[in-house]
């Protein structure tokens, strides 16, 4: 069963763009959502998080916005660089867990 | 620097074979994880691990099982590998609910 829906699962941008990934989730007990990126050949490392008592993140060119009664969450990339082309994932967990659980995923290509 | 190193990079075994992928964290984490990723699936978690000695099933244990005799190392068995087995392996740690610190990943091909 998928918790967290990803979406789009591909995404090409110019230099410059702001790619916009979406997340949703079900489980109303999640209160951490974080983002990984994940280049080739490496394993993914956290870019940003997010918990559910502010509505939106800031960490350099990285926003994540979240919306609590819609249950979803998206990732923004100001003034998108080729050097941000990876896999980004979203995820979530909840209180009572300690595992993470994951978007499919979204390949970014962003053009020179 | 924290560090979470996968015995292997790359692996190729036959199908029935007993196939063994090692993880050790240097972070004294309690939390560990193992992951299969597959494209368009994401990352699904096999088996996770939140002491020395204890386990817990994932979304997708079937095939699998695990082994922590120490707290900074967690081994992911396949008891007979299959070909619906051939994917990229990532394993993870960390504290509770905090980043979770993944290796390299382990592409293991089951011919």
């Known amino acids: 069963q998928q918790q967290v829906k990803q979406s789009p699962q591909s995404l090409i941008v110019q230099k410059g763009g702001i790619p916009i990934i979406n997340c949703a989730y079900e489980?109303?007990?999640?209160?951490?959502f974080p983002w990984y990126q994940q280049f080739p050949g490496k394993g993914p490392a956290l870019l940003i998080a997010?918990?559910?008592?502010?509505s939106e993140k800031k960490e350099g060119r990285f926003t994540i916005s979240f919306n609590k009664s819609a249950k979803q969450f998206s990732l923004h990339i100001m003034d998108s660089q080729p050097g941000d082309s990876a896999t980004y994932f979203c995820?979530?967990?909840?209180?009572?867990?300690?595992?993470?659980?994951f978007g499919s995923g979204t390949q970014l290509t962003v053009l020179p | 620097d924290v560090k979470v190193t996968q015995s292997s990079r790359y692996l190729v075994k036959r199908t029935g074979e007993k196939v063994f992928l090692e993880c050790v964290q240097d972070?004294?984490?309690?939390?560990m994880f193992w992951y299969r990723q597959d494209p368009g699936l994401g990352l699904r978690l096999i088996y996770f691990?939140?002491?020395?000695?204890?386990?817990e099933k994932g979304d997708i244990p079937e095939g699998y099982s695990v082994s922590r005799e120490k707290k900074e190392r967690f081994s992911l068995i396949l008891e007979s590998a299959s070909t619906n087995q051939t994917s990229m392996y990532l394993c993870?740690?960390?504290?509770?609910?905090?980043?979770?610190?993944f290796g390299q990943g382990t592409r293991l091909t089951v011919v």
């Open positions: 995820a979530a967990c909840s209180g009572s867990a300690r595992q993470l659980t």
């Open positions: 489980n109303t007990a999640f209160d951490y």
């Open positions: 997010i918990r559910p008592d502010v």
């Open positions: 972070m004294d984490h309690e939390n």
């Open positions: 691990s939140y002491d020395v000695k204890m386990k």
């Open positions: 993870a740690s960390n504290w509770n609910r905090a980043e979770a610190f």
